[in-house]
């Protein structure tokens, strides 16, 4: 099973960004699916989730309103629409497959990790 993330790159503070996952080798459309950032010299954070059906989402305070999860079971993907960037959000987007239809915000409650995309956001 492979997650594959893309998108990432170099945007300046107040711009805009989409970065994509999409799994390989089986299907998570019965699973929820979550973004999680790892900034330079921090520890993994959650960002967002949404439930299998894309019925549902949750996002960490400090990105509410700015970001967007969303979902096409169709092609097996997920993506993170990433709005008034602040450099702030300057690290590697890490998308996630959870063990349930719909999870939270706990890194636990995912079983499959793909390898990141870095995004940095100048100022």
């Known amino acids: 099973v492979q997650l594959q993330a893309s998108g990432g790159g170099l945007v300046q503070a107040g711009g805009s960004l989409r970065v994509s996952c999409v799994a390989s080798r089986r299907t998570f459309r019965n699973n929820a699916m979550a973004w999680f950032r790892q900034a330079p010299g921090k520890e993994r954070e959650f960002v967002a989730t949404i439930s299998w059906n894309g019925g549902s989402t949750s996002y960490t305070d400090s990105v509410k309103g700015r970001f967007t999860i969303n979902r096409d079971n169709a092609k097996n993907a997920v993506y993170l629409q990433m709005d008034s960037l602040e450099p702030e959000d300057t690290a590697v987007y890490y998308c996630?497959?959870?063990?349930?239809?719909?999870?939270?915000?706990?890194?636990?409650?995912?079983?499959?990790w793909g390898r990141g995309t870095l995004v940095t956001v100048s100022s």
């Open positions: 996630a497959a959870g063990r349930f239809p719909i999870s939270g915000g706990s890194s636990q409650d995912y079983y499959y």
